[in-house]
């Protein structure tokens, strides 16, 4: 008996959703995978590097399965509503698919609406490193929000294909490492 298309995309979407202990993001106090990547922002192509980014504060990393999906919009239009929150605090938004750079050239512009970059990995390197990757399909990003402190360490990590607690969460998590900062400063 040969399964229909919608009982193979169900057994996809569950098999996505579904926790997967050999895909388990990483944890707090966690060290986070340098990389540098080709990004866009404001449609603008540049070669995107963690370290460099650290150099300034934290780091937001995001993933996300593909641009210009309906979960994928609404997140990036999410962050770039908050950017100017994230930027208070001293934190740069990233976020990682596995789209082409030409795509997000556009994604860039449209739906991250110039506030903060996107980096491709066409190749899976980085969504590899982060445990990331979909669990059958290497080529798409879970959706994966992680804090990281400018030491290079995990802060916050933050699992869900819902795009509706990416933002808050890891806004959370930056709040709370700027106050133990400020608070350590005194």
């Known amino acids: 008996m040969k399964p229909t298309s919608a009982a193979l995309l169900a057994t996809c979407v569950l098999a996505a959703t579904t926790p997967n202990p050999a895909h388990a993001e990483l944890k707090p106090g966690d060290p986070a995978p340098d990389f540098t990547a080709p990004a866009a922002l404001g449609g603008q192509p540049f070669s995107f590097s963690l370290a460099d ?52 050239q556009r994604f860039s512009v449209t739906e991250c609406r110039n506030k903060f970059a996107v980096a491709a990995d066409a190749d899976g390197r980085i969504m590899k490193s982060y445990d990331a990757a979909m ?52």
């Open 53 to 104: 980014a650290l150099k300034k504060g934290p780091v937001v990393l995001y993933f996300y399965p593909k641009a210009f999906t309906s979960g994928c919009t609404i997140e990036a239009n999410r962050f770039a509503e908050a950017h100017d929150d994230y930027a208070r605090l001293g934190a740069t938004v990233i976020g990682v698919s596995g789209d082409d750079i030409e795509t997000l």
């Open 135 to 186: 669990p059958f399909s290497t080529s798409y990003a879970r959706r994966i929000s992680y804090v990281i402190s400018p030491e290079g360490r995990i802060a916050y990590a933050y699992s869900s294909m819902s795009p509706e607690q990416h933002v808050p969460n890891t806004l959370d998590a930056v709040r709370r490492w700027a106050a133990a900062r400020n608070g350590s400063s005194r």
